[in-house]
């Protein structure tokens, strides 16, 4: 489904991305952690078309990024870390419009609206301006936009933050509903408890270089993720 | 910290100038000095320039009627007239609005400190239209009535006190319509209109100055007696332009008191207001049928929606909306006068009314600006636009639709209420609006060109991108020039024996070429770069 081919990407002198390749197959749920700086915003925004990286391939489906940007990014939605939604629009006017551009049939979109914005208990606030949304209220409208066109590829960054633990929770069944009907998910998160729980396979990246991947058992075997992250920091240093 | 903070809003205020967003870095030193010369040369030369016909038309006369005071008197209330114009909601949104607020009221920074480099903003932004003014009336009176110690010291004092004095004001109606905007429902559509009210006086003022000016000039003592002795502070303002001591202090303190006790007013309420939310009605949701929309139609609607949430945006770039149609029903009614007067005054250049006409149309429709500001605009939500699956060109052309739709259509119908009153020809009025349709095509794309030359994107307040930038300062001022050399070529050179067909032709082919330079950049390199920004 995704798959990142010796992906290199640097701002000025410094690499943020150092040949990375990862392949995603369809059904995972692949997790992406490093601290802080470790090149995992970039290498997502790189894969949603945000970011152009300097060398290598990044495949959706079998169709390169670079060559077929626009057929990519119609199988793909991306949560960025910060939901910066259009604040002008009100919930529903937003939640429209990303069901225009990728072209959802009106019931389809009616009945989805209604689905995920009941379980996220949006539905009353859907007529409000998002200028007049909290941090996770616009982080659920992100989450509801990205689903509503059915993505093959879900990208997110940093997707719990801001969440309470209710929608944190139906996000992980959103998740695994999602990955059984075929589509895959990647994501970073900082948050590895929830990391090891929920991903099939975990990547961890530092210094903008993939330093161990695999099924979580591959990765971790008997420790806990948090303790293999910590040991792969310190070797490293 | 004050000189942080301050620093930070002027680098916020200036970034453009110093500052490539798109390369991620500083401009050279003479990009740079090339920026700022370009934009002290427009608000010299074209603002300015207005106000120093004004000073040198009004400044002997009274000088020789002895009523100096009343010179300075006048051009201090236009300035602050000018100043104090239309920055009453900017100055609410610069105090109170900025993005970053929260951030640092949550910061070990008094909130007095935060409240002087707000401040900073609206002082230079009203020194910027009051200096536009009162720097050249200080000037012609130097050079034609008195160059003295005394006169000097004068106007200087004149002009910063009159600047201090626009800030205060600005502030108390900024705060007026704070408070009262936090009891507003549906504010964008009353800033506007409360706004447009401000711009019809003073468009009403404007065009009864000439005929003011000169019952004046005809009768400047007696007025001067009457507005000393029935506006004595008047007389004080303009007495403190020649530099008479005692009026200076008196003037000094005046604006003092009026500061301190506006900075009481705001201090006493800035926390409230900078973080209330004001009054808004929660709308429940009811579940409609949707229409399905293509997605040239969605990204328009997008760019609508962004467009009239915003009183700022609707203001500062969408006037032409309002005057264009005001034009066209005012030629209904005074056309057929006017022509009239032009036919007398250039009888000898055929063809000179309907260029003139011409000219005013272009005029109009470069108050239309909304291009320019658009790719700045998408600030934080660019990334939006970046992955979903849309071409940049897609993005850029829905932003030159709604320049092209929110002109053109107004000018359809100023040159209907043309064709209506049967005064000009139909040949002529559709050669001119021809050439309207290519000038507001020219702005659309010129707009956009220098959005993305020069994008801010990361703005606390949207007054950054739509009001203190270089590409929208540039635009405007580019499409007056453009306007004002088409003009000047038919009535002040020999270029008028081509006839009104043949000149207006010419130039409409020019103007449709740079259009066509614009628009392959724009879908080829300018597409790049929003893609990349």
Sequence with gaps: ?237 | MLKVLVKKQLIEIFRSYFYNAKKNKAYSKGATAAYVVLFVMLMVGVLGGIFTGMALMICKPMAEAEVEWFYFALMGLTAILLGAFGSVFNTFSSLYLSKDNDLLLSLPIQVSVIMISRLMSVYLMGLMYSGAVTLPAVIVYWVTVEFSVKAVAGGILYLVLISIFVMTLSCALGWIVAKISLRLKHKSFITVIISLAFFGGYYFISFQAQRLISELLANAAVYGMQVKSFAYPVYLLGMSGTGDLGALFVVMAAVLVFFAVMWLMMSKSFLKIATSTGKTEHKVYREKTVKCKSIPTALLGREVLHFTSSPNYMLNCGLGIILLPVAGIAFLVKGKGLCMILNQVFWDRPGSVMLILCAALCALASMNDMSAPSVSLEGKNLWLIQSLPITPWQVLRAKLLLHAGLTGIPMLFCVICMAVTGICPWEQLLLSFVLGLGFLLLMALSGLFLGLKMPNLNWTSELAPIKQSACVAVNLFGGFLYTLLFAAGYLMTDLWKMGFAGYTGIFTGITFLLCLVLYRWLKKKGSQILAEL
């Design chain 1, 1 to 237: 489904m995704l798959k990142i081919s010796h992906v290199t990407k640097s701002y000025g002198e410094k690499k943020a991305v150092d040949d990375l390749s990862l392949h995603i197959q369809p059904g995972e749920i692949y997790g992406f952690i490093g601290h802080n700086g470790a090149g995992k915003t970039t290498t997502l925004k790189s894969v949603v078309g945000i970011l152009q990286f300097d060398q290598g391939e990044i495949y959706i489906d079998g169709k390169s990024i670079k060559e077929d940007p626009l057929g990519c990014k119609r199988e793909t939605a991306y949560i960025p870390d910060n939901p910066d939604l259009y604040e002008y629009m009100t919930g529903i006017q937003y939640l429209n419009f990303i069901a225009d551009i990728f072209g959802v049939d009106a019931d389809e979109r009616l009945k989805d609206i209604r689905k995920y914005a009941d379980r996220f208990e949006l539905t009353q606030d859907l007529a409000q301006p998002i200028g007049a949304y909290s941090h996770g209220m616009k982080q659920k409208l992100a989450i509801i936009a990205a689903w509503l066109h059915h993505p093959r590829l879900i990208i997110m960054d940093e997707p719990f933050v801001g969440l309470d633990p209710k929608a944190a929770h139906l996000l992980k069944e959103m998740m695994h509903e999602v990955c059984a009907g075929g589509s895959a998910i990647f994501f970073s998160t900082h948050v590895l408890e929830v990391a090891e729980k929920l991903c099939d396979k975990v990547a961890i990246i530092k210094g903008g270089q993939l330093i161990r991947s695999g099924t979580m058992d591959e990765v971790k075997g008997d420790d806990s993720l948090e303790d293999v992250f910590l040991e792969l920091e310190e070797e490293k240093c």
